[in-house]
């Protein structure tokens, strides 16, 4: 009896060409669709963690009757003042390291507390992950920005900070933001080691407002520094943990030098015992999600802000108690 022997026939050269270009195709059409889903993945996160950043600014207000200070000074001194991020801690269930910190001692002193990492104060969408060295200490950053107002950071005659939620030595309760809750910023997003001009050209008076431009900002000049902003979330100064609303989110303040053009924040003088009465400050709220920033209002509540919110809605989003009337956003 003969048997019957079965021919299998195999894929030819072309026809298996033509199933991995269907694969690659079905791959490529997939690929953007997973990678948005874990960009919005990402940015429910960090709005998670500024909700959660919050609850603990109501908290501490409930516990010690009044708002924590954007960092604390004293005339004269060399500035060691701690952020708010620092001062919330308790409330993030971070008891244990807020315990460590001594806040008679400047930050400098307690090395260990400057360089631990903090991943609710981080966006997971921002892809450095490195500490930085400054001073010979080695500092964690920070994707949040406390909102410290339009422009003026501190008035040394005073001592105290400008229009904004938080300043230098304010400790102002609920009562005096009469703006309303809503309609004032606690936090916006900022980028971890976001370049820098420092101590640069002063206004021409007191008071001056803000200016209306980035190429104005510019103009002030400065020390160059590629990589010092929001690289600090321990330390209270304005480019390491606060906002300012001068311009809105996402607007690029260009300094070009050996021809590469660098995304910059300014300040006229950063606050030591030989700063100016007055120092300035432009902190632009940045992020790495498309076409805007999460940002959380006093009322607790957080926002995906778009990049195109008019400027004016902006500064007034950023003020306390100058009554504007906000448009829609």
Known sequence: MESKTTMHRAFTLVELLVVIAIIGVLVGLLLPAVQAAREAARRMQCSNNLKQIGLAVHSFHDANKGMPPQATYIVGSTFSGYS???????????????????????????????????????????????????????????????????????????????????GYNMRHNFSAITDGLSNTLCAAEVKSFTPALLDGGQPAAPFSPPPDTPAQVIAYGGTFDKDYCHTQWVT??????????????????????????????????????????????????????????????????????????????????????????????
């Open 236 to 329: 209270g100064r304005t480019l390491q943990s606060g906002i300012t609303t001068t311009f809105p989110p996402n607007t690029k303040v260009l300094y070009t030098t050996a021809g590469i053009a660098y995304d910059v924040d300014f300040t006229s003088a950063r606050v030591s015992p030989t700063a100016p009465r007055h120092g300035y400050r432009v902190v632009t709220a940045r992020s790495f999600h498309s076409n805007g920033v999460n940002a959380l209002l006093l009322d607790g509540s957080v926002r995906f802000v778009s990049s195109s919110i008019s400027q004016a809605t902006w500064r007034a989003l950023g003020t306390r108690n100058r009554d504007e009337v906000i448009e829609d956003y």
């Open 84 to 166: 708010v991020h620092a001062r919330i801690l308790p409330y993030m269930e971070q008891g244990s390291l807020h315990s460590q910190i001594d806040f008679d001692l400047g930050y400098a002193a307690q090395p260990s507390i400057c360089k631990t990492k903090m991943t609710v104060y981080r966006c997971p969408s921002d892809p450095k992950d490195a500490n930085r060295i400054d001073g010979g200490v080695e500092f964690a950053p920070t994707n949040y920005g406390f909102n410290i107002g339009t422009w003026l950071g501190l008035d040394l005659l005073t001592v105290k900070g400008g229009d904004g939620a938080f």
